[in-house]
């Protein structure tokens, strides 16, 4: 079975501080996700990468950074928390453009 | 106007109904599509995928996709209290990021 983890379930975080979560998936995926889901905007595309080193904007990159230094590790970077990132963060993994998505079970994050 | 419009519900049903869930999209591009089921506070996962028009059956899930009118849906027979959850239809154009829903929330009642 396919596994995703992520670094956290659950995080309490304050305005302005810098906030790291981590995703990792053993299945030898190129492609790795990050999402934010909110109620009745679903789910969000904040950044994506394709291999090791390359990372590609989402839909709503504003306020995000992302590293992929291995194949099996993306970790998506608040520079400096704020309110309106106060989210559930769905990190997700695919071997190839075609295949599904398989997603972690996300860490909610909320900043105070 | 959104890519994928889903009514998010709730939806409630008694045990042992037949459940239908729909999506509408506008790009006509899109060829890939996906039902994703969520329970409470868990990562989506994925039930169903279709490629173009057609009807897919897997158990008591049936995926239809009718592409004239940009409509997709799931139907769940002889429900059950376990297929509460949220449910995202998902969809893509070829090797593109998936579009998403919003999600439908169900609740199967004993």
């Known amino acids: 079975d396919v596994k995703v983890t992520q670094s956290s379930r659950y995080l309490v975080k304050r305005t302005g501080e810098k906030v790291f979560l981590e995703c990792v998936q053993d299945m030898d995926h190129e492609n790795m996700f990050w999402y934010r889901q909110d109620p009745g905007l679903g789910l969000r595309l904040i950044y994506f990468s394709y291999d090791v080193k390359m990372k590609e904007k989402g839909d709503i990159p504003e306020g995000y950074s992302v590293s992929r230094e291995k194949k099996e590790r993306f970790s998506l970077i608040l520079e400096s928390a704020s309110t309106n990132q106060t989210s559930m963060y769905l990190c997700a993994s695919t071997v190839g453009a075609y295949n599904e998505q398989f997603f972690g079970p996300g860490t909610r994050l909320t900043v105070l | 106007q959104k890519e994928v419009e889903q009514d998010p519900g709730p939806l409630s049903v008694p045990e042992g109904a037949i459940v239908s869930l729909n999506c509408t999209y506008s790009n006509s591009a899109f060829q890939y599509f996906m039902w994703y089921r969520q329970y409470s506070r868990k990562g989506p996962e994925l039930l169903m995928y279709?490629?173009?028009?057609g009807n897919k059956e897997d158990g008591r899930f049936t995926a239809q996709v009718d592409k004239s009118s940009k409509y997709i849906s799931l139907f769940i027979r002889d429900s059950q209290p376990s297929d509460s959850a949220t449910y995202l239809c998902?969809?893509?154009?070829?090797?593109?990021?998936?579009?998403f829903g919003t999600g439908t929330r169900l609740t199967v009642i004993p």
């Open positions: 279709t490629y173009s028009s």
């Open positions: 998902a969809m893509r154009a070829g090797a593109n990021n998936l579009f």
